[in-house]
C-alpha cells in the first residue's frame, strides 16, 4: 500500500512539473490595441462642412471647373480662405515645429512663447505676425460660415471652435504644442 502511495505521489510531481513546464513555455500574444479618437457627430459635420467648402475652393482652381462655376460674394471670401491655408500650410507647420505657434480650444492659432519670438530679429518676428495673422483671418472666416450654414451651429458656435481645433490639432505634426483643458501649453 505504501508502494502505491509513493507511487501516486511520484505521479502526482510529475504531472505538476510537466503542467508548469506546459503553461511555462506557452506563450500568449496580446493582439494589438490601438486607440482611435471617435469623432463626436457634430465634429463629423463641422468636418463634412469644411470639406464641402474645400471642394469648392478646388473646383474653382481646377480645369474642370472652366470657369463656369458661379460662386456668391460671400462664399467665394470663404474660398479664398480655404485657399490661403493650403498656401500657408508648410509656413505654419514649421513654426509650429520650431515652437514659435501652438493651436487653441478657439480654433485658433497663438504665439507659444512671446518671449521667445521676442529674441528673434525683426524681420522674422514680422513675418511670424504676418502668418499668423492671415491663418487666422482664413480660419475665421471658415468658421463663420460653417456656424451660418446651420441653425444647430449658430446656437452653440463653441461647439464649432472646439471641433475646428480638434481636427487642426489632428492634422497639426507631432511635436507641437497647443492648448489644453488647463489653458497650458503641452505638446502633441
Avoid at 463626436?40 to 463656369?68: C, H, P
Avoid at 460653417?146 to 446656437?155: R, V
Amino acid at each position: 500500500m505504501k508502494t502505491d502511495y509513493m507511487e501516486w505521489k511520484i505521479y502526482f510531481k510529475i504531472s505538476i512539473l510537466v503542467l508548469l513546464i506546459g503553461i511555462t513555455s506557452c506563450t500568449v500574444k496580446i493582439p494589438d490595441i490601438k486607440i482611435t479618437g471617435e469623432k463626436t457627430a457634430l465634429e463629423n459635420q463641422v468636418l463634412g462642412e469644411y470639406s464641402k467648402i474645400k471642394e469648392d475652393a478646388w473646383m474653382v482652381a481646377s480645369e474642370r471647373g472652366g470657369g463656369k462655376i458661379k460662386i456668391t460674394a460671400d462664399r467665394k471670401e470663404v474660398v479664398e480662405a480655404v485657399r490661403d491655408r493650403e498656401f500657408l500650410k508648410d509656413d505654419i507647420n514649421e513654426l509650429k515645429l520650431k515652437g514659435y505657434l501652438g493651436e487653441t480650444p478657439s480654433g485658433l492659432i497663438r504665439i507659444v512663447d512671446p518671449e521667445k519670438i521676442s529674441k528673434l530679429e525683426k524681420k522674422e518676428k514680422n513675418l511670424i505676425e504676418l502668418l499668423l495673422k492671415k491663418e487666422n483671418k482664413a480660419r475665421t472666416l471658415i468658421m463663420q460660415r460653417i456656424i451660418e450654414t446651420d441653425a444647430k451651429f449658430k446656437s452653440s458656435p463653441k461647439k464649432v471652435y472646439q471641433a475646428f481645433f480638434l481636427m487642426n490639432l489632428e492634422d497639426s505634426p507631432e511635436n507641437t504644442y497647443y492648448k489644453n483643458k488647463k489653458n497650458k501649453w503641452v505638446k502633441k
